[in-house]
């Protein structure tokens, strides 16, 4: 196993999420392929700004570094999946109502990616290394709105994207999307991180604050997460077991891609 063999596995075509006959909340959402290729990122186990995310009011002391998931870790790999086009179309052109392909976004997507990583993380211990996926390890916690391990700021560190307005993270192929993490002791190569600020990507066009049913951000201090976390408790009580909203990482210039400078609104 190396760097090369656990990319191919991650992005195995085979593994690739899709809606099954039997998840699906229509018909014509069966086999529906859920994102587009995954794209990577690598940081060093020890890089100095994971102890500096433990001092950020939005992550918290509370946030593990890579060595206490695992001691001995070398490296963490970031792995960000975009939400396929009909997924990201349905939901910006849905009102205040998240489209079904969304929710299957976010929920069966999510599946295929714990489950994914669940597998290649087995399979780089079978082959001798340490491997752990924070988010399905029984110490990972969630405490308020922040998490001991934050998919997000993992992504930023490693090398994937800087944070929007919206709190979501502006990839190469924009925001609309999941992350996912492992951490090993196999020997990877760093990425270069090609940006110094937390928000270098975002435009501040302010779409997202607009498209926002809940009102959540604000154009000028950003994200609240209480109405955010408000507004998803309601369509988990109207969708359950599915919930899910992403108004504002649809319709927006940052949707698939960093938007270009000129992009305001
Ligand atoms: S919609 Fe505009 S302001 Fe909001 S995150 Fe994207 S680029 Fe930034
Ligand atoms: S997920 Fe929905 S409610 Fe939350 S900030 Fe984005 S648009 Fe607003």
Sequence with gaps: MNEDMLKEFISDPALAATVSETDALRKD????????????A????????????????SVGAHHLLPADW??????VLSVFFPFAKRVRAANAAADRIPAAEWLHGRIEGQKCISAVFAAAA????????????PALDARFRSEGFT???????????????????SRGLITEKGIAGRFASLVTDMALSPTRREYEDLYEYCVFC???AK???????????????????????????????????????????CE?????????S
Excluded at 42 to 57: N, T, V
Excluded at 70 to 75: D, H, K, L, N, S
Aim: proline share 8%; glycine share 10%; aromatic share 10%.
């Design 122 to 133: 087995e399979v780089l211990r079978r082959a001798g290394f340490s491997a752990v996926v």
């Design 211 to 253: 498209r926002c049913p809940a009102e959540a951000i604000d154009p000028e201090t950003g994200k609240a997460h209480a109405p955010c976390f408000t507004f998803l408790e309601e369509t988990r009580a109207r969708f359950s077991p599915r919930y899910g909203c992403g108004k504002c990482q649809a319709g927006v210039p």
């Design 70 to 75: 695992t001691p001995g870790a070398r490296f």
């Design 147 to 165: 998490s001991n391990w934050s998919e997000r700021h993992v992504a930023f560190v490693c090398g994937l994207g800087t944070f929007g307005l």
């Design 42 to 57: 690598i940081a060093a186990a020890d890089d100095p700004l994971f102890l500096r995310l433990k001092s950020d009011a």
């Design 256 to 264: 698939c891609g960093i938007p270009a400078r000129g992009a305001r």
């Design 206 to 208: 302010g779409l997202c």
């Design 29 to 40: 959402l069966v086999g529906m392929r859920i994102f587009d290729a995954p794209i990577f």
